[in-house]
């Protein structure tokens, strides 16, 4: 099973961003996207495979934590 979260992208350096993860700051490559500053993008294994809209990242952020407060 595969699974991609998405981050929002604060910085962008060539094809490699930082994404906050909810307050986690990663490097993630960009280099098969076309993101910019402020938007969110869907990432896996370390590599943005999608740019997404606010509302369907803030979606998916909340799934995780509810699938989180399960545990």
Known sequence: MCVAIPGRVTEIEGTTA???FNGNMVNVNVGLVEPEVGQYVLVHAG???EVMDKE???EIIDLFADLEALS
């Open 56 to 58: 369907q990242a803030q």
């Open 18 to 20: 930082k994404v906050d």
């Open 47 to 49: 590599c943005a495979i």
